[in-house]
Every structure is written in structure tokens, then in C-alpha cells.
């Protein structure tokens, strides 16, 4: 049984009104737990909207998301997301931050400073803990969003467009680093991505959007396999896959042109 089914998922955002939105169309997928899936597509196809709802935060105008065959009904510790402007607290402490899920669950943190200062170490960010936000880098700031969301341990991973605030530098040292925490903790990860190169590096499976109403109109297996390093950027497949994925988009891009919405 997958780890995590949708069907027929469609959004429709202010239905009936003058400015209804058809967010998402008739999308159908499976993904199987330890996979990780990049969703990519042209800008404002739906791919938010279609995490959110994989998350349970928005509930889709027609069909429904399962995991482990049970339908969800919202978010649940299950899941835990990691978003693209880090969306930490600036009054809290990076210890603080990466707490947060489990104080919400309840916890004190005197109870969780081992399980705590394990995330921050895994990140790369022992001897930070004591430090605010405005005090760390872009590239600090997103580990600290990245021990947050695992601090939960969440089966599931959804990331939104997690990198694409850091600098090109420091994305690929976070991509490599992302690919090695998560073989250690064996995740499903759904991650957003503008970029074919991130998506080609990162994934098992490329989920293909169409412009908006959005549908997965192809599901693109990357057979390379892991570890993935700088050196795997060299091989013939790596640019095969993204000049296909490249042509995919150059396709969208052009038919939202066509449609005047670019
Ligand atoms: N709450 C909302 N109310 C109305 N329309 C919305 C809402 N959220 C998103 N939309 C619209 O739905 C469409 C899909 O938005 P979404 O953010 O899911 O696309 P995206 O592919 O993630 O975009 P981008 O690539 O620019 O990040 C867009 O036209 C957007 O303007």
C-alpha cells in the first residue's frame, strides 16, 4: 500500500465569485514512503495549493488525500512542513524555534533538550543554539526551519520551495547535506522547486505540472542512485533528464504565454 494516496483532487478557490479561481484539476498520484518527489512547474500552476492540501491545511473542492489508506482530515504530526522564508520566531532563541512542535505537543523543555540539541547538531548548528535569527545567516536560518520540521519526526516531509531564499553556494551544500539527513532518518519528503537542476538532484520521481487548472501531466522517474554528490551532476542521464524536464516547461511556459497570463 502507498504511504500517501490523492484522488481527484481539485481546488477551486472563491467558487461562484466573479474572481473563482480552478487552482487544481482531477489530480491522482501515489507516493511510497521513503520517496522523495519534486513538484515543478510553470509559476502559479497550483503547486502550493497541491502541497497544502497533501498537508491537510486546505481542503480541496472535490477528492481526497489518504495516507496509509486513511482519508485526512487536516494537519496532523504526521506530516510537518518546511517553508521557503524560513518562518521562525524572532523572539525565540534557535533551541526555542527548534522546540516549537514539541512544546505545541505539550512538552517542557527541560524534558526535550536531548532530542532538541540532537537536531541542531544534525544540522550543523551546535554552539548556535543560544542565538536569535537576526544573528545567523540565510543558509543557518533555514537549518534551523529544517530541525524544526524533523524535530517532530515526522513521517512526511513537505517542503516549499525550501532553498530558493539562499545563495546558490549554499544551496548545494544544503541540497547534499538535505539528501544525507534524510537517508539517515528515512523520510517521504514532497518538495516545490523552480529549479530542474535541484529537482533532478534531490528526487526519486518528478511530478510535472501543467499551467494552471494544474494536473500532474507527467510523473518523471530519476534513475540514478543515491548517494547523489556534485560529481552526479556529470553524468550523460543527469542532463538527459533535465533537458526532458527543461522541454516540459519551455511547453507550459509558452501555452500561459499563448493564454496571455504570463
Ligand atoms: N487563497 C487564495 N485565494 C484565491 N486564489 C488563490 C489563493 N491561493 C492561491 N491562489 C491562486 O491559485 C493559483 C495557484 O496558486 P499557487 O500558489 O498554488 O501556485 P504556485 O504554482 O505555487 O505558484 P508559484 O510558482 O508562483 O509559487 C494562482 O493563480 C493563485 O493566484
Redesign the pocket.
Known amino acids: 500500500m502507498p504511504l500517501m494516496s490523492f484522488e481527484g483532487i481539485n481546488?477551486i478557490?472563491?467558487q461562484g465569485q466573479p474572481?473563482q479561481?480552478h487552482?487544481?484539476k482531477d489530480v491522482t498520484g501515489t507516493i511510497t514512503e521513503g520517496e522523495f518527489i519534486s513538484i515543478i512547474?510553470?509559476?502559479?500552476?497550483?503547486?502550493?495549493?497541491?502541497?497544502?492540501t497533501l498537508d491537510g491545511l486546505i481542503h480541496p473542492t472535490a477528492g481526497h488525500v489518504y495516507i496509509n489508506g486513511k482519508r485526512i482530515e487536516g494537519p496532523s504530526g504526521e506530516k510537518a512542513m518546511v517553508f521557503q522564508d524560513f518562518a521562525l520566531m524572532p523572539w525565540q532563541t534557535v533551541f526555542q524555534n527548534v522546540a516549537f512542535g514539541l512544546r505545541l505537543a505539550g512538552k517542557k523543555d527541560r524534558d526535550v533538550k536531548d532530542h532538541v540539541m540532537r537536531f541542531i547538531k544534525m544540522v550543523g548548528l551546535e554552539g548556535f543554539e543560544h542565538k536569535y535569527p537576526h544573528q545567523l545567516s540565510g543558509g543557518m536560518k533555514q537549518r534551523v526551519g529544517i530541525a524544526r520540521a524533523f524535530a517532530v519526526e515526522p513521517k512526511i516531509l513537505l517542503m516549499?520551495?525550501p532553498f530558493s531564499a539562499i545563495d546558490e553556494q549554499t544551496r548545494e551544500i544544503m541540497q547534499e547535506e538535505v539528501l544525507k539527513m534524510l537517508q539517515q532518518e528515512k523520510k517521504t519528503v514532497i518538495f516545490?522547486t523552480?529549479s530542474i537542476d535541484e529537482a533532478v538532484f534531490m528526487s526519486h520521481r518528478v511530478f510535472l505540472?501543467s499551467v494552471?487548472p494544474?494536473r500532474i501531466i507527467d510523473d518523471l522517474k530519476i534513475d540514478i542512485p543515491y548517494p547523489r554528490t556534485l560529481e552526479t551532476k556529470l553524468l550523460p542521464q543527469y542532463q538527459e533528464y533535465k533537458s526532458k524536464i527543461w522541454d516540459h516547461l519551455k511547453g507550459e511556459v509558452t501555452r500561459q504565454y499563448q493564454k496571455g497570463e504570463a
Open positions: 481546488v478557490y472563491n474572481n479561481v487552482a487544481l512547474g510553470p509559476s502559479g500552476c497550483g503547486k502550493s495549493t497541491l502541497l497544502h516549499d520551495e516545490i523552480h505540472m494552471r494544474g
